[in-house]
């Protein structure tokens, strides 16, 4: 059963930083195209960071376009995204998505909560 298991949330003050980690199991990250998203109270899900061919491409949102980055560890087949000069308006929960290139299908991690607060 493929899984995918977020971790590295927590508390930061603003301009602080965090690496979010998502280790696969069964499915191989490179093979996919990777995204973080993140959700907070009452706001629709934002897709933040997307990675394909084990980071060859990468894009953001312009909210953090500068501050986060997305990378993989293929030895290790994680995904990570290291946020910097971390803002209140970047607490949320995050999420770890796996989409298929060339299959319809579609797998999410559990979410790691991030808050950024004094």
């Known amino acids: 059963q493929v899984q995918l298991v977020e971790s590295g949330g927590g508390l930061v003050q603003p301009g602080g930083s965090l690496r979010l980690s998502c280790t696969a199991s069964?499915?191989?990250?490179?093979?996919?195209?990777m995204n973080w998203h993140r959700q907070a109270p009452g706001k629709e899900r934002e897709l933040v960071a997307v990675?394909?061919?084990?980071?060859?491409?990468?894009s953001y949102a312009e909210s953090v376009k500068g501050r986060f980055t997305i990378s993989t560890d293929k030895a290790k087949n994680t995904v990570y995204l290291q946020m910097n000069s971390l803002k209140p308006e970047d607490t949320a929960v995050y999420y770890c998505?796996?989409?298929?290139?060339?299959?319809?299908?579609?797998?999410w991690g559990q979410g790691t909560q991030v808050t950024v607060s004094s």
């Open positions: 998505n796996a989409q298929g290139l060339n299959i319809p299908v579609d797998y």
């Open positions: 990675s394909t061919n084990a980071g060859g491409t990468t």
């Open positions: 069964v499915l191989t990250v490179s093979s996919y195209r």
